[in-house]
């Protein structure tokens, strides 16, 4: 009898959680070793309905429970660590970690709450198990408790689908319409614009478009840019909030000989955003992100085979390799109030890139593209053989097997059926017959 796992996670929304979620959910079912049920959560403001647009998904249906009635064998959550909580009889964490150099002190004590802490990168497991944190009482500022980090944490990368994201065919079209796009060479940037102001927030989305104006303003031939992004949904008002940010920073610009930026706003199937990544028009990635996780839109972008640009920092060094792909340095900078929030605390650091470095590095990749292109191949090679998800399936495999204790099922008492007595007329029982003793009268 197997071992009952109950994840609870947003296995049907559009976000990198959700992702992350259904990949792990996939590799767990894979393992074929548990009962898996999915207890679906929501992530934030993120659109629901992510498996009835992608129906190679719809397997996962007949595992999703509303409730449990029953203390589970095993249990794990996909969320961030502060929303932790022991249910099980042992209990898995999995998280994306932090994008800064500091976390919240309530973020080490849900780590601590589970039996272990799965994270995406080396740089989230280095910072949760470097910061210590003192409790002070209200009244007399004495310290009354340190909080650092007791449980183990483990790193599992996220794992590329490389059946899904690959180069396609050469009788493969794209389904993607990007006929509005005039020009022949486009960067594309994915990720959601977060709060904060320009060139505070964590994507960096603001000053990636300065840089990018900057960069090829008066220039005879431009590239484009074409923005995949959104503002957590893919409402009209949030359309039009970024179409607002954008026309902002193009106003600082001085000059009306500027390039062109194009938005893409709206949810994609898996399928679709491979042939975004492959589509002809679409020739390089760039991103200026101050920290991530794991960064899991350049994982899958990197299989494309296209030139990347990004910064030298955080959970997505774990897999891009300085020398096929363009990592720009810079320096650690306080996280700004206008982006700052309960997780991402005013205290930590992120990376502010060299931004001269990035508009040469643009240059240099739409002027001189064939070297940047060949680098790229080689970046692809290494994500699909080192970070698809069959990898990352087996490594989860390994690490439960050694980890999880053997979880003893209760089993059933059967017992043998039993002959009923006196009512068949094809048998007669006879019972004995009991001679008494004769009583004695007492007077």
């Known amino acids: 009898m197997k071992n009952t796992f109950v994840i609870s996670c947003p296995i049907d929304c559009y976000s990198g959680y959700s992702a992350r979620s259904r990949d792990l959910v996939k590799a767990i079912i894979a393992l074929d070793k548990y009962d898996v049920k999915i207890l679906p959560q929501r992530w934030g403001s993120t659109p629901w309905g992510f498996i009835e647009d992608n129906p190679e998904w719809s397997f996962l249906t007949k595992h999703i429970v509303h409730n449990i009635t029953e203390k589970p064998d095993i249990w794990a959550q996909v969320t961030i660590p502060n929303e932790f909580q022991p249910i099980g009889k042992y209990n898995i964490g999995f998280t994306a970690g932090i994008e800064s150099t500091v976390c919240a002190p ?7 709450r589970m039996d272990v802490t799965f994270v995406s990168s080396k740089h989230s497991k280095d910072v949760f198990e470097q910061v210590n944190f003192e409790k002070k009482d209200q009244n007399t500022k004495q310290t009354i408790a340190k909080i650092s980090l007791q449980k183990p944490v483990e790193v599992l990368f996220e794992g590329v689908d490389i059946e899904t994201y690959r180069p396609l065919k050469d009788n493969e079209k794209p389904s993607i319409n ?24 964590r994507k960096n989305i603001g000053m990636m478009l300065k840089v990018f104006y900057e960069t090829f303003k008066n220039k005879a031939k431009k590239p484009a840019l074409l923005l995949k992004v959104s503002q957590g949904t893919s409402s009209y008002m949030g359309r039009d909030a970024i179409l607002k940010k954008i026309e902002t920073i193009k106003k600082t610009v001085k000059s009306k000989n500027i390039p062109n930026v ?182």
């Open 178 to 201: 990007l006929s509005d796009i005039k020009e022949s060479f486009a960067f594309l940037h994915c990720g959601m614009w977060l709060p904060g102001d320009i060139g505070e927030d």
């Open 262 to 443: 194009y938005l893409l706003n709206g949810d994609l199937t898996d399928k679709e955003m491979n042939e975004l990544y492959n589509h002809p028009k679409v020739k390089a990635m760039v991103s200026l992100t101050k920290g991530e996780g794991f960064g899991r839109p350049l994982l899958e972008f990197t299989t494309s085979q296209k030139p990347l640009l990004t910064t030298n920092w955080s959970g997505h060094t774990d897999f891009l390799n300085p020398e096929f792909t363009s990592l720009i340095g810079g320096e650690l900078t306080p996280i700004h109030p206008s982006a700052a929030n309960k997780w991402l605390i005013k205290e930590g650091q992120w990376m502010t890139v060299d931004y001269p470095q990035v508009g040469a590095h643009m240059r240099d990749i739409f002027e001189k593209y064939k070297p940047y292109k060949d680098r790229a191949k080689r970046q692809a090679y290494k994500s699909r053989t080192e970070f698809s998800w069959e990898a990352m399936k087996d490594h989860l495999g390994e690490r439960l097997e050694a980890l999880v204790p053997k979880i003893a099922k209760t089993v059933g008492l059967q017992l043998p059926k039993l002959k009923k007595v006196g009512d068949s007329k094809d048998s007669k029982v006879e019972l004995p017959k009991l001679k008494l003793p004769k009583l004695k009268k007492i007077e």
């Open 106 to 112: 309530d973020w080490i004590e849900g780590l601590n």
